[in-house]
């Protein structure tokens, strides 16, 4: 019987180990062939098409804007396209958005710069073109108004297509589309240099440390042990620290273990989890095991450490997930969230570990 719980518990690990991670899917539709082109990217050549309910009106001012938000990102931008390129980046600006067909729902489709199909509203669909051919990224930025008549007019605003494209290029001018762009096509170091620019913002920096994350950018982990210093930053900079290589988790352990700051064990023990469910890693599960059975650890600590396990399916686990089941149950507190969560991460990490009912 103890057998054939540790040849289910161990097929469970690798059939976990094998799937690739949503940090890592996001690229595989790509050919050889368009993730070589991607590497190569340098020079984009921006087109910019703006349409208002009386036509088209000049995209200049668009365009001037666009183009300088991707050269803060390092990319050389060109307007005409008899000029060299090696990617085309389109920005289509409506007064009314036209709906371009549907988009699959779940994963980036459900984010909230994701194209509409209910906005009817002044929108700019961002897509690009590589080798000739769209890619099935496209992202969508909205004014705050869907109707641009009545929004002019209360304004003071003389043209109504016109003031929906000012709104327009105000919101590109924040819109952080050039980090998105860099993490599609896989430039990490560009993204690592816009880190470390003095202007860059805080939300900038952490919105920076996920997509990093997500790109399981290994060259990234300097870096973020650098941002471990800034508290305003710690968190974010543990959680991408989970997507990446095994190089972290000394690190994370130490941090699970000595942090003052509830947060940061939480968020650490949470990274151990995320790296030793992509590597299929089972050596953090000895120290997640032992931050489980301290008496003294804090219960939303206790929280990420169940979940983490569960991550890692091991035998190991099994009888202090149960011993901590039993204790938990024994506590009446419906109205306590955090004990709820506790109880909810501890029994899916159960099923998740103790597998013998399901292969039997």
Not at 130 to 152: C, P
Not at 198 to 226: C, N
Not at 237 to 243: C, E, H, P, V
Request: charged fraction near 25%; include cysteine; glycine fraction near 6%.
């Amino acid at each position: 019987m103890q057998k054939q719980l540790a040849l289910s518990t161990l097929a469970l690990c690798l059939v976990l180990s094998l799937m690739p991670s949503s940090a890592s899917a996001y690229r595989e539709y790509f050919t050889p062939e368009q993730k070589g082109r991607l590497e190569k990217i340098q020079t984009v050549l921006v087109d910019v098409l703006t349409i208002t309910d009386k036509g088209g009106v000049g995209a200049g001012a668009l365009a001037e804007v666009v183009a300088q938000r991707l050269n803060e990102a390092g990319y050389a931008t060109v307007r005409d396209p008899a000029t060299p390129h090696d990617v085309v980046f389109r920005v289509k600006c409506e007064q009314r958005k036209t709906w371009e067909g549907t988009t699959a729902t779940g994963g980036d489709a459900d984010l909230p710069d994701a194209p509409s199909r209910l906005w009817k509203g002044p929108a700019c669909q961002l897509t690009y073109l590589l080798g000739g051919m769209k890619i099935k990224w496209q992202k969508e930025v909205r004014t705050e108004f869907e109707d641009a008549v009545a929004a002019a007019q209360a304004a003071q605003g003389a043209d109504p297509g016109l003031y929906a494209m000012t709104k327009l290029q105000e919101a590109l001018a924040t819109y952080d589309f050039p980090l998105l762009l860099a993490a599609e096509w896989g430039h990490a170091d560009r993204l690592l240099n816009m880190l470390d620019s003095p202007d860059a913002s805080q939300a900038r920096k952490i919105k920076i440390m996920s997509l990093l994350g997500e790109m399981q950018a290994d060259e990234a982990l300097p870096k973020l042990k650098e941002a471990l210093k800034n508290r305003d930053l710690a968190k974010q900079a543990i959680l991408s620290m989970g997507n990446l290589s095994k190089d972290g988790i000394p690190l994370l352990v130490d941090l699970m273990n000595t942090s003052p700051q509830i947060e940061i064990q939480a968020a650490a023990a949470k990274g151990l989890g995320q790296i030793g469910g992509i590597a299929g890693d089972a050596s953090v599960v000895l120290p997640l095991l032992a931050k489980l059975q301290d008496s003294k650890t804090d219960w939303t600590v206790l929280t990420e450490v169940a979940w983490a396990l569960g991550k890692i399916p091991d035998k190991r686990s099994i009888q202090p997930l149960y011993d901590l089941d039993k204790k938990l149950q024994a506590i009446r507190d419906p109205d306590n969230v955090i004990l709820k969560k506790l109880k909810e991460a501890v029994f899916w990490s159960i099923k998740q570990c103790d597998t013998w009912d399901q292969f039997s």
